[in-house]
Every structure is written in C-alpha cells, then in structure tokens.
C-alpha cells in the first residue's frame, strides 16, 4: 500500500476488522478492494455473512435501548464531535475514497465535507423533532402525538458517494435515536469501516454503527438484512430491480423502506436561458463524480434555436476535463467505480449509434487497466434509445432538440424513472409551469445543487420513495405515537 496516511489508523486491513460481535475465530473467506483507476489490489477484508448479520442485529438490539433514551442533545453533541472527526482527518479520508472509488481527489475532499455537513444537520434538527397537541373531540380525553426512533435500522449504501451517503442514512437514523447496521457496496468498505473507527473516537456507543462488509456474501447478506425480525427499517440506495427485491424479501418482516433508486434526469434548456451560465451548470452537474450519480442530467433536451451552437460548446467544454487517475494533477474524470460501468457506458453509446445519434466527442472506453470512458458527447438523440429508458452512470452527454415547451414536458416525463430534473430559463412563469409539470421528486432551476442536509432528496416513480435529508429524512427513521389520557370530568 502505497499511500502515506497522516493517520494510518484509518486504512482498516482484514486485521482490523474486529468488533466485539464479530466471532473473528470463524473462518472467512476474503475479498479484494480494487483501485479502480489501476486494477490494482488495494487491500482484502474479511467476507462477512448472514451469521455476522445476526450478530450485529442482536447487539444493535442491545444498544439502541441506550441510545434511544438519551436526550437529542447529548445524541448530538456525539454526532458533531463525529463530524468534527470527519473534518480533521479530511486529506486521509479523500485518499480512501479516491482509492476505492477513483473520483479526482479535490472531489474527494468535497464528499468529506458533504458527509460532514449531513451529520452536523441531523445532530440539530433530532433537537426540533416536535409532537403534536390534537384538539380534542371529546371533553373526556386530551391525544398527544410524539415521535419515537424507530429501532434498528439497516443503511444499504452504494459506491457511487461511498462516504456522504453513509452519513446522510446512518447519520439521520441515529441522531433520531437509532443503532445501525451499514452495508457498504463492497467496492467501496474501506471509507465504511474508516467512518465506524471515527465513530468510536467521537464516543458514538458499540452496536449503534456497525459495518458488515461483503462481496461474495452480497447476496445472502441482503437477503439476511430484509428478513431480521429486529431489524425495523431498510434505508437504500442503489439500482431500481435491486432496490424492488428488497422489498419483496422484507415483507415477510413488514419492514418500513426508504428506496433511493436510479434516475434518468430530463434536463431542459431554453432558448431563452443564460448560455453561458447553464452550460456551466449542466457540464459540471453532468462530469461530476464521471457521470455516475442518480441526479446526473442524463436527457439533456436543448431548445431548436440554439441547439446546434449548445452541441457545440458543449464539446468544446468536455474537452477541458482531464481524465485520469484521481491522484494526479489536473485531473477533472477518474474511472467509473466498477468495470460493468464500462459496459454499459458502451452499449449505451453503440445503440445510440446505431440509430441514428452522432458521437461528436469521445465514444469508447480508454485502453489500459483501470476503467476510464472518454467524455463523451452524443447528438440527435431520440427516445427509442436505450439511454433514454435508463440512466447511463458515465460521462456521457446525450443531447436532444426540442420545439415546443409542451412537446419537452411531454419528452421529459416519458420515462419510469422520476428522481431529479433540470430547467435551464429565465422566464420566471415558465419556471414554474415546467417545474410543476416534471414528474420528479427534485427539480433544480438554473442549477444543479439540488443535495444538502437541510434539503428533501428523494424520488417518485420507479425511483422509489422516502426522503433523506431535512425534516423529511428524519423522519423516516421515526414512528409517529398516539397518546390519549382520560380526562374525567367533575
Ligand atoms: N442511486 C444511486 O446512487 C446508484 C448507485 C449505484 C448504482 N446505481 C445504478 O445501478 C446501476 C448498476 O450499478 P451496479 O452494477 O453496481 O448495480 P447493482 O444493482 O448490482 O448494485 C447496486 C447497489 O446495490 C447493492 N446490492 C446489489 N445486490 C444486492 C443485494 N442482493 N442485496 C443488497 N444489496 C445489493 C450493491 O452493493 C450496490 O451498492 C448503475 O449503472 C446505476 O444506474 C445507482
Ligand atoms: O447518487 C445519488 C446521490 C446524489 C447526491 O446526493 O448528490
């Protein structure tokens, strides 16, 4: 291992994998972390299975029912030293992610940031979880509503924001007065069980974040988490038939879920917008993180009029953003995360070809060992393209023309997927026409910051539901309560 830590304790090895749960004398097979800019083997950690699932329930279990009596404010204080820990070790914590994910490493620092920032919200808000006083129907009795944690709660986290959606799942379920088990996409554990080390160091208790790493076991492991009995609630995020297979095996459970499912964002720019500014903001919300996030402008509908002139600067653009590995200098685009990240990538662009659209930039992945695609602009689109059903998750721009404000309305909601959109217009009532027509669960005008703590992130359609973030987010890891007191009177 290659890379110097200010911190070395935060590069957790197989040997470190120790928790007081974990039977670590039962033999385990193990499995390799991939850097994915070089192929290479980053380190390998224990398989855990659907027996470690079980432990950690149980002492999930145990610890929440200290965890859930203490005030929100002590909760808290915890989780802000967390997010103070997070902040101090934020040049380790980068070096881990862009290892394991491959994003350039300023994005890296930025996603550091991001995850501390979730943390620090829900350790506020948890102190604003408020009851209601309901106005009484009856002289008899009085009724309170309350909000109580709802109990063990289980995150499955994917690789695409390997450390910010940890804290955007575990950090809201345990400042509402939850215990955790984190399931990591196993191509990015390291950050996983590097934010559990943090956790102990800010005095966060033993079983209220526990890490079950995996990849052989994914599976089983899945399968383990949405049957537990003592496990109340599963919060996802990644593919929508992964994300609907878990529902169907936590029925049995009848387990609450938030699903945070893939998306397929319309983008939509008038003639009318700011060129300038929009392209800035459709580029970057599209390169970001190399394409592979669920809000990523994926059908970018441009207006007749300055259709062609768009196309082209937006090559131009695409061509200032270096590609390489996330380490070196100057680099704008690491590798997708995972090698069939490239297969998709390709045969996305390939059916796009085949009928009909023009590559005006990029195309194909680049040869060598790590999984780099080529930024990559695509014209002409039309919606019986593969693309336009699914989400590429790569640095791809797809580029449609469009005529008519309703024509694109139309074109935008033809799709299952309904997670983030994009209006690019400064006619302010058109704004809010096309704004409130979107079948989305976000939709960001003249910009692409659609994800903060404070903010509801979440989806309609096959992109699931539930929200994470804001008030909304919280409580999804609360059951609402009735009280009703008798009130004789004399
Ligand atoms: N919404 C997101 O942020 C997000 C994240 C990752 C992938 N995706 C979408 O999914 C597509 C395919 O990506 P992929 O090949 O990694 O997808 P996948 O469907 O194999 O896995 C997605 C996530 O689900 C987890 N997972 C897979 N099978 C599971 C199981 N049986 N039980 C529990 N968890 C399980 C994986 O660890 C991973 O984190 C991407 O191209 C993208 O469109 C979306
Ligand atoms: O990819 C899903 C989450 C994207 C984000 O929160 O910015």
Sequence with gaps: ??????????????????????????????????NPSTGETITILPDMDAQDVTLAARHSAAAFQSWKVLSAKSRGKTIREWASLILANVDDL??????ENGKPLPESKGEVAAAAGYLEFYAGEAERVYGDVIPFSTAASRSFVIKQPIGVVACLTPWNLPLAMIARKAGG??????ATIVKPAGETSLIALAMAYLGKQAGIPDGVFNVIVT??????????LCEDPIIRKISFTGSTPVGKMLMQQSAGSLKKLSLELGGNAPCIVFDDCDVQDALQTVVTAKLRNAGQTCISPNRIFVQRGIYEMWTERMVEAFKRFAVGDGFANGVKIGPLTVPRGIEKAQRHVDDAVSKGARVLLGGKAVPGNGYFFEPTVIADMTSDMLSHEEESFAPIAQLYPFDTEDQVIEMANNSDFGLGSYVCTKDIARMWRVAEKLETGMVGVNTASIASGELPFGGVKQSGFGREGGKWGLNEFMVTKLITVAVPQE
């Excluded at 110097?4 to 033999?27: G, M």
């Excluded at 980068?94 to 290892?99: E, G, R």
């Excluded at 990849?215 to 383990?224: E, P, S």
């Design 215 to 224: 990849l052989a076991h994914l599976t089983a492991v899945g399968k383990a």
């Design 173 to 178: 379920a345990i400042a509402a007065g939850c």
């Design 1 to 34: 291992m290659a890379r110097k830590f200010n911190n070395p304790s935060l590069f957790i090895t197989k040997e470190h994998v120790n928790y007081e749960w974990l039977d670590s004398s039962r033999p385990r097979q193990d499995f390799p972390v991939i």
């Design 94 to 99: 980068a070096v881990l992610i862009t290892l």
